[in-house]
């Protein structure tokens, strides 16, 4: 067993995965309902907290970034550190295939702090904005809908806008302006594990940019998908 302090502080014990689990990660439909990883991380910890019989309620509790750093931990015991990633060019006359190795140890880790919810003054209109942490909840209500954007992702973390339950019809009218510096403060307090990659290509010097878990490596070394 393993033992780690997620980033909100609580403890968390885990076991390595297994073909039970890899079967889960690889059945389709589990996958796009967000069910799959949910499922993987309830079979694979052992305890949380006090807690040594966490239910999948209790791992949909969880901050999101108190998840991501369980998968990453979860990947690191039961596949290794490294994660040997092929990404393509985006760039459409070049789309060479670049080599990349990342080091899960060194991914940079932030603690949450003790907040769970934050107040914001919108710079254009000056309203008061009052939103909270993405959860296990919220990812899987993301999930659910059938074409997830920008505004449904702000939308499920908002709790008021000026006092008032907020809308599909506020956050729309919110100038652009309004809406960056929102999505900036959102970042800004959020914590957890920092999956991002970022390299420019070897051929055309074009950025690449992707996160760990999208990759098939991360969970799936060696194999095509």
Do not use: W
């Amino acid at each position: 067993m393993y033992t780690y302090e997620l980033p909100s502080g609580i403890e968390i014990e885990l076991k390595e995965m297994t073909g039970a689990e890899e079967e889960l990660l690889t059945n389709q439909r589990l996958i796009r309902n967000g069910e799959a990883i949910n499922q993987v991380l309830r079979n694979c910890t052992v305890r949380l907290g006090e807690n040594d019989k966490p239910a999948v309620n209790d791992i949909l509790d969880l901050l999101s970034g108190d998840r991501l750093f369980a998968l990453v931990k979860l990947r690191q015991i039961s596949l290794g550190d490294e994660v040997e990633l092929e990404l393509t060019c985006p760039n459409a006359s070049c789309r060479m295939t670049n080599y990349v190795t990342v080091n899960l140890e060194d991914l940079k880790v932030t603690p949450y702090t003790e907040e769970r919810e934050f107040e914001f003054k919108l710079p254009g209109s000056k309203k008061a904005v009052r939103f909270g942490l993405l959860d296990g909840h919220k990812e899987k209500r993301l999930a659910a809908l059938r074409e997830p954007n920008i505004s449904s992702a702000m939308m499920i973390r908002l709790i008021e806008i000026d006092g008032k339950a907020p809308s599909k019809k506020s956050l729309a009218e919110m100038p652009m302006r309004d809406r960056s510096a929102l999505r900036q403060e959102m970042a800004r307090v959020d914590a957890g594990i920092d999956t991002t990659v970022e390299v420019d290509c070897d051929g055309c010097g074009t950025r690449i940019r992707t996160r760990l878990e999208a990759e098939p490596a991360f969970l799936f070394p060696g194999v095509r998908l």
